[in-house]
C-alpha cells in the first residue's frame, strides 16, 4: 500500500511529539472509525457533540495505524502509537497547509448556494481522464471537512477539486486561504441559511469569500444568469481575479446554445470559451446543464482537454439523496422513486419538482411529489413553501404529500385535486404514501435533512423492492 504520508513529514508538518510503536508512514487519514482502513492515521477531533479521544480506541482495534490526540488526553492511551500535539485540529489545518504546500496540482475551489457537490463530483470524473485526481469525500466541506480533504491530498496528484461550503459569513475565508484555488467557482446564489443572513446580498458576499484565497493570477468562474453576479464580480475584480462567466446569458464566456433535456439524461450545445462543443450528460434536469458549463470551463483554465473533459460526462449519474433513481416492484407493474431526501431549499426544490415533470409515467400512472420543510430561510420560510405551488402547477405534479409545520403553508396554497396527504412529521405521513403508490406513478421524496424525508424513501424501498437499480458508478 502507498505512503499518502511518512511519519516524519507528518510529525514534522504537525509539530507533533511521538509516543509509542510508530509505523514508518500512513496510507491515508480518518476520524471516522466505522470507516477507518488498515494502517491509517486516526485524527480525534473533538465536535460539538462528540470527542474523537473517546473513539482511539476502537480506531486502533480497527487497524489504525496511529492515533493524532491532544496533549491533555495523553494519559488515555498508555503505550499507544500517537502523535500528540497541543489541538488536534489546528493540527490537521497544519497538515493539510504541507499538502497544498507541497503538490503541484492545479486546485479548484467549489462553492455556491445549490450544486456544490454534484459540480465538485463532475469535476472529479472530468479531470480524470488526465490524470490523477483528488477530490472532497462526500460533501466534506466545512471547518474540518477541507483540510481533511486537504490533508489527504497525494503528492502526485494533477489535479485537486475542493467542495468549501458556510453557514454564517466568514466560514468560507480561512478555507479559501488553505486550499489557495488557482480556479474558484460559485454555481449559483438562493435563498439558503436565509435565517442566517436576512438578504441575499448578504449571501453572495459570504460565497465572495473565495475569491480571497485565489492563487495570483487565478480565475472566478461565476454564473452570468444568476440575479447576484453584478455584486459576484465586483467582489472578484477587489480580489484582482480574473473573471469568467457561464450560462444562457449572450454575454456568458461559455454559453449554454441549445439544449435537449430527457428523463436520465441531457443534451447540450454549447460554446466553452470560444470553443464550440456537443455532448451527453448522463443525470437530468437543467440545474445539471448549467453547472456542466463550469465544470468545462474550470476544465480549459487548468489545463485539460475539454473534448475528453466533455466525454467523460457521459458517465455523470446522480446519488441516493441527490436524484437517483430507482424503479421499484408496486403490485400490477412497477414505479419510478426519485430519491431527493438529502437536502432542501428552494432553488434546488424547484429543479427536483422539474426533473420529476419530465419523468415519463405509465398509462395510469401519475407524478407525485413527497416534500418536507426546507429549513433556515427565517421570516420569509412560510412564504417560500407556499411559492412552490407555482412550479408544481406548471410542472402537472397530479399529487403532493407535505409534512412538516413549513410545509403547510403549501399544503393550504394548493388546489383540492392536488392534495395528497398531509402530517405535521415525515414518519406520520409516512402510510399514507406507502398505500398511495401504484404502477406506473414516478414518485419524488425532497426535504432539508433536518425534516427527515430519507426514511420515507427506504420505506418504500423496503415495502416495493427494486425492480432494477438505474444508477450507475461513477455518481454525481
Known amino acids: 500500500m502507498s505512503a499518502l504520508w511518512t511519519l516524519d513529514a507528518m510529525a514534522a508538518a504537525m509539530h507533533a511529539e511521538r509516543s509509542g510503536s510508530l509505523p514508518a508512514d500512513v496510507p491515508g487519514l480518518s476520524i471516522d ?18 470527542d474523537g479521544h473517546d473513539f482511539v480506541e476502537a480506531a486502533l482495534k480497527a487497524g489504525a495505524g496511529l492515533a493524532v490526540v491532544a496533549r491533555g488526553q495523553v494519559a488515555r492511551f498508555a503505550d499507544a502509537p500517537l502523535l500528540i500535539v497541543d489541538d488536534v485540529l489546528e493540527a490537521l489545518r497544519d497538515l493539510a497547509r504541507a499538502a497544498r504546500a507541497r503538490t503541484k496540482a492545479k486546485v479548484i475551489a467549489v462553492t455556491g448556494s445549490v450544486g456544490k457537490t454534484g459540480t465538485k463530483e463532475a469535476l472529479r470524473l472530468a479531470l480524470s481522464p488526465e490524470g490523477e485526481t483528488h477530490a472532497s469525500a462526500a460533501s466534506y466541506n466545512n471547518h474540518w471537512g477541507v483540510p481533511l480533504s486537504l490533508a489527504r491530498c497525494p503528492q502526485g496528484t494533477k489535479y485537486a477539486v475542493f467542495e468549501i461550503g458556510m453557514n454564517h459569513a466568514g466560514e468560507i475565508t480561512p478555507l479559501t486561504k488553505l486550499v489557495r484555488p488557482h480556479v474558484a467557482i460559485v454555481t449559483t446564489v438562493e435563498p439558503v441559511h436565509l435565517e442566517f443572513f436576512g438578504t441575499l446580498e448578504k449571501i453572495a458576499d459570504a460565497k465572495a469569500e473565495i475569491f480571497i484565497g485565489l492563487e495570483p493570477g487565478g480565475v472566478a468562474v461565476l454564473n452570468r444568469d444568476n440575479a447576484q453576479f453584478g455584486r459576484l464580480e465586483a467582489a472578484a475584480k477587489a480580489a484582482k481575479s480574473r473573471i469568467v462567466s457561464f450560462g444562457d446569458n449572450a454575454k456568458a464566456d461559455t454559453q449554454l446554445l441549445r439544449v435537449s433535456l430527457q428523463a436520465d439524461s441531457s443534451t447540450v450545445e454549447a460554446r466553452v470559451l470560444g470553443t464550440p462543443i456537443t455532448y451527453k450528460l448522463g443525470a437530468p434536469g437543467r440545474h445539471i446543464v448549467l453547472n456542466s458549463l463550469a465544470v468545462l470551463t474550470a476544465a480549459v483554465l487548468v489545463g485539460a482537454d475539454l473534448a475528453l473533459a466533455a466525454l467523460a460526462l457521459g458517465k455523470l449519474r446522480p446519488t441516493p439523496g441527490r436524484g437517483a433513481r430507482v424503479t421499484l416492484s408496486v403490485p400490477g407493474g412497477s414505479a419510478v422513486l426519485i430519491d431527493e431526501s438529502y437536502n432542501a431549499n428552494p432553488a434546488s426544490m424547484a429543479a427536483a419538482i422539474a426533473l420529476l415533470g419530465q419523468t415519463p409515467i405509465g398509462e395510469r400512472g401519475r407524478r407525485i ?47 383540492s385535486n392536488r392534495r395528497g396527504g398531509y402530517a405535521h412529521t415525515a414518519a406520520a405521513l409516512e402510510p399514507a404514501v406507502l398505500e398511495a403508490l401504484r404502477d406506473g406513478d414516478a414518485i419524488m421524496v425532497k426535504g432539508s435533512l433536518g425534516s427527515k424525508m430519507g426514511p420515507i424513501v427506504k420505506a418504500l424501498e423496503r415495502q416495493f423492492p427494486r425492480a432494477s437499480a438505474l444508477e450507475n458508478s461513477p455518481q454525481v
Do not use: Q
Open 33 to 50: 472509525t466505522r470507516t477507518i482502513a488498515k494502517g491509517e492515521a486516526f485524527f480525534a477531533i473533538k465536535g460539538d457533540s462528540r
Open 369 to 415: 411529489a413527497v416534500l418536507g420543510d426546507m429549513l433556515e430561510l427565517g421570516p420569509p420560510g412560510a412564504e417560500l413553501h407556499r411559492g412552490l405551488a407555482v412550479p408544481l402547477k406548471e410542472e402537472n405534479i397530479d399529487l403532493v404529500y407535505c409534512s412538516g409545520p413549513l410545509m403547510r403553508s403549501l399544503w393550504e396554497a394548493l388546489p
